[in-house]
């Protein structure tokens, strides 16, 4: 399965501010996701990274926002822009790889803790 | 909105115990994960189950895709405080534009405790 790091792994940073997370992988992947979450609770789709387009966005979320860059296939960065308290969250990215070399499944990066004082 | 209703939220038992962690939805799914967590980490893969009424086993832990793929279980026999951690059951939607994203449970926290 693809190996996922994420930068930074957590941030304090002051409201207003924005903080960009980096996803990176060893191999090259075709789809890759950014989902947020709070501590102890489930997994939020934010969007889906397209490579050489624009990030598809669920409902609730907006790029002026979370802005989404996909350069190529094994990396993603994901911007949290005027963060507020709100955005105090565990940012997570996923990728599809093959699950025993046959189904399609994803997998998850470490998580970047981020609070927002 | 494809909805997966994941239970129980919390579960708390002594080492030695069984259990099952369940999720169903009213849609239909192309494949089911399971994924276990633990603080500070993210999310690490249990299993992918695609096939209705397909059973796959790791170890002490038994995992069930419903006939019709809308529902799934958990279960773990003879759980150890090593088991515990939050537990979060995925679906995959179908195809067109919802194509390989993923809908996920409430998630279950267990504590297996020695």
């Known amino acids: 399965s693809a190996v996922i790091s994420q930068k930074p792994s957590r941030d304090i940073c002051q409201r207003g501010t924005s903080l960009t997370i980096q996803c990176q992988v060893d191999?090259?992947?075709?789809?890759m996701f950014w989902y947020r979450q709070q501590p102890g609770q489930s997994l939020t789709l934010i969007a889906t990274a397209n490579q050489g387009s624009e990030a598809t966005y669920e409902s609730g979320f907006v790029i002026d926002k979370f802005p989404i860059s996909r350069p190529n296939l094994t990396f993603s960065t994901l911007t949290v822009s005027n963060m507020s308290p709100e955005d105090s969250s565990i940012y997570l990215c996923s990728v599809e790889d093959l699950f025993r070399g046959v189904t399609r499944t994803q997998y998850f990066g470490p998580g970047t803790r981020l609070t927002v004082l | 909105t494809q909805l997966l209703e994941q239970s129980p939220q919390f579960l708390s038992i002594q080492e030695g115990e069984n259990l099952t962690v369940y999720c169903n939805s009213s849609?239909?799914?192309?494949?089911l994960q399971w994924y276990r967590q633990e603080p500070g980490e993210g999310p690490v893969l249990l299993v992918t189950?695609?096939?209705?009424?397909e059973v796959k086993k790791l170890k002490r832990l038994t995992f069930q895709f419903g006939d019709a793929r809308k529902d799934s279980s958990l279960h773990i026999t003879a759980a150890q405080p090593g088991d515990t951690g939050l537990y979060l059951c995925a679906g995959a939607r179908a195809g067109g534009t919802s194509y390989g994203k993923l809908t996920f449970g409430q998630g279950t926290i267990l504590t297996v405790h020695p």
């Open positions: 849609s239909v799914f192309s494949s």
């Open positions: 191999s090259q992947v075709t789809m």
């Open positions: 189950v695609v096939t209705g009424g």
